[in-house]
Antibody, heavy 119, light 111 residues
Framework: QVQLVQSGAEVKKPGASVKVSCKASGYTFTSYYIHWVRQAPGQGLEWKGMINPSGGITRFPQNFQGRVTMTSDTSTNTVYMELSSLRSEDTAVYYC????????????WGRGTLVTVSS | QSVLTQPPSVSGAPGQTVTISCTGSSSNIGAGYDVHWYQQLPGTAPKLLVYGHNYRPSGVPDRFSVSKSGTSASLAITGLQAEDEADYYCQSYDSSLSGSVFGGGTKLTVL
């Protein structure tokens, strides 16, 4: 069965970086995009970008460009999202989710990784 | 401010029908991009509920259906049940932003 297993919760200080992983199993890793969706405490869902594991092409919303890096490792079927220059507003649960294209639905989701930014 | 606009909350009694709207613009829903809907139960990850032209993943009952017209879409839930109490989000693609966009979410309360 399809599974997306994310890394554990992180606590970081402002200005630091965080790297969250998402390990996929149960399907052909390179046939689907991996999207990242952020949910701040008590808030809604916010799309933060995607990567095509086949080739590594990425796409991010403009307000996230420059601070985020997404990479994929086809040997371990794992996608990574690294966010730098962390600020308190980055405190959120970060979900990875599988999609067939940038405009498509997200049919499987990870359980989420809580990133807390606090001094 | 979300690109897609949803009502913050809706409510209904068991057995009733509720509708959740999702209003976009000419660069997303109005441009013909599919709208997808997710259900998020408290403390859990979102779950794909309905996608595209009324397609439902395995296990999702046909009490959930969608419609789309112009720059708006709607999710209808018939025969409300207590287990339907959750947050619901719409999602589409926006060509001017070149990325996916979500609605702000709607909290459904079953009275």
């Amino acid at each position: 069965q399809v599974q997306l297993v994310q890394s554990g919760a992180e606590v970081k200080k402002p200005g630091a970086s965080v790297k969250v992983s998402c390990k996929a199993s149960g399907y052909t890793f390179t046939s689907y995009y991996i999207h990242w969706v952020r949910q701040a405490p008590g808030q809604g869902l916010e799309w933060k970008g995607m990567i095509n594991p086949s080739g590594g092409i990425t796409r991010f919303p403009q307000n996230f460009q420059g601070r985020v890096t997404m990479t994929s490792d086809t040997s371990t079927n794992t996608v990574y999202m690294e966010l730098s220059s962390l600020r308190s507003e980055d405190t959120a649960v970060y979900y990875c989710a599988r999609g067939q294209m940038i405009s498509g639905n997200l049919d499987y989701w990870g359980r989420g990784t809580l990133v807390t930014v606090s001094s | 401010q979300s690109v897609l606009t949803q009502p913050p909350s809706v409510s209904g009694a068991p057995g009733q029908t509720v509708t959740i709207s999702c209003t976009g613009s000419s660069s997303n829903i109005g441009a013909g991009y599919d709208v997808h809907w997710y259900q998020q139960l408290p403390g859990t990850a979102p779950k794909l509920l309905v996608y595209g032209h009324n397609y439902r993943p395995s296990g999702v009952p046909d009490r959930f259906s969608v419609s789309k017209s112009g720059t708006s879409a709607s999710l209808a839930i018939t025969g409300l049940q207590a287990e339907d109490e959750a947050d619901y989000y719409c999602q589409s693609y926006d060509s001017s932003l070149s990325g996916s966009v979500f609605g702000g979410g709607t909290k459904l309360t079953v009275l």
